[in-house]
T-cell receptor
Framework: EAGVAQSPRYKIIEKRQSVAFWCNPI?????LYWYQQILGQGPKLLIQ????????DSQLPKDRFSAERLKGVDSTLKIQPAKLEDSAVYLC??????????FGQGTRLTVV | GESVGLHLPTLSVQEGDNSIINCAYS??????FIWYKQESGKGPQFIID?????DKRQGQRVTVLLNKTVKHLSLQIAATQPGDSAVYFC???????????FGTGTRLKVLA
């Protein structure tokens, strides 16, 4: 069974530029999550989708971050404009309802 | 809560010894818990889970113990191997939310 796929693996951008990350969850998983993990910390939930609807985006900085999940499968997370403090690993995960969440390898973003 | 910064708690154990990693969770309404292992440059990897109607669950070389009275979770690794070196996180799922909140990570170092 294929795992959660994310791309790109690495991205370096200048502050005030925009960037987008892509995630393909495990087939059949209705729930999709985006987490932000700053170096040395645990993952922090940014947004949670159930199929193509948003369940929780309370910790998403909506002035600069946006996310969508087209047709309830793939998802993209966008940052515009990026700030230095957005440097982190962005992790996508998926789950079958209230089952274990499985994570992708993440995208390491460096904002310079 | 959020993890500490760059100074994660560290547990150093001799190869072959048993390891015990502890976690305090925050919400008494949490009913499902997962331990994840995260190696450098990778996403969190599922190790073992436990539901709140159990107090112990065993896997291959790993055991999770749950004490709901004091909101405490532990992960026991038997005969620790060099490949067990990683950061370990516990995650709690608040009943009905399908949302995973990560605890403070612990870095496990296995000494040869």
């Amino acid at each position: 069974e294929a795992g959660v796929a994310q791309s790109p693996r690495y991205k370096i951008i200048e502050k005030r530029q925009s960037v987008a990350f892509w995630c393909n969850p495990i087939s059949g998983h209705a729930t999709l999550y985006w987490y932000q993990q700053i170096l040395g910390q645990g993952p922090k939930l940014l947004i949670q989708f159930q199929n193509n609807g948003v369940v929780d985006d309370s910790q998403l900085p909506k002035d600069r971050f946006s996310a969508e999940r087209l047709k309830g499968v793939d998802s993209t997370l966008k940052i515009q404009p990026a700030k230095l403090e957005d440097s982190a690993v962005y992790l996508c995960a998926s789950s079958l309802g209230q089952g274990a969440a499985f994570f992708g390898q993440g995208t390491r973003l460096t904002v310079v | 809560g959020e993890s500490v910064g760059l100074h994660l708690p560290t547990l150093s154990v001799q190869e072959g010894d048993n390891s015990i990693i502890n976690c305090a969770y925050s919400n008494s309404a949490s009913d499902y818990f997962i331990w994840y292992k995260q190696e450098s440059g990778k996403g969190p990897q599922f190790i073992i889970d436990i539901r709140s109607n159990m107090d112990k669950r065993q896997g291959q070389r790993v055991t999770v113990l749950l004490n709901k009275t004091v909101k405490h979770l532990s992960l026991q690794i038997a005969a620790t191997q060099p490949g067990d070196s990683a950061v370990y996180f516990c995650a709690e799922n608040i009943s009905g939310t399908y949302k995973y909140i990560f605890g403070t990570g612990t870095r496990l170092k296995v000494l040869a």
